[in-house]
């Protein structure tokens, strides 16, 4: 008998995530194929714990910019919110990302991806 494939681990950010509810994006399909195959179980999508919140400010922003009605935002963020992505705490990162902020001088958020 031969072994199960292991699942594919994939780290996911709301680029990707956005594009799972706003089809007009560059690279929608490829993002929802992904996101079927989480769906199907063929791969594991995982994320920092900030996503949410880097949802809610992407679909924000698509509202103030007059692409998204806040309805349609509202319910994109609803199912979106919905969607078994699991999060990994970055609190423990946050020292970590000081320390290579000063050392490097780009913004400290960026350390965290």
């Known amino acids: 008998m ?9 780290v996911v950010d709301c680029s990707v995530t ?4 706003v089809i007009s994006e560059d690279f929608a399909d ?3 194929e992904l996101l ?11 994320a920092p714990d900030i996503l949410p919140a880097e949802i809610v400010s992407a679909f924000l922003r698509a509202v103030r910019r007059g692409r ?6 509202t319910e994109a963020v609803r199912e979106l919110l919905a969607i078994p992505v ?3 705490p970055t609190m423990i990162l946050w020292l970590r990302a000081l320390e290579i902020a ?4 780009p913004v400290s958020y960026t350390h965290l991806r």
């Not at 031969?2 to 994939?10: E, H, S």
């Open 2 to 10: 031969d072994a199960p494939v292991p699942k594919r681990r994939l």
């Open 102 to 105: 000063y050392a490097y001088q």
């Open 18 to 21: 956005f594009k799972w509810k």
């Open 36 to 46: 079927k195959d989480m769906q199907a179980g063929l791969v594991d999508c995982i």
């Open 68 to 73: 998204l009605a806040l309805e349609e935002a």
């Open 86 to 88: 699991r999060l990994y």
């Open 30 to 32: 490829k993002a929802r």
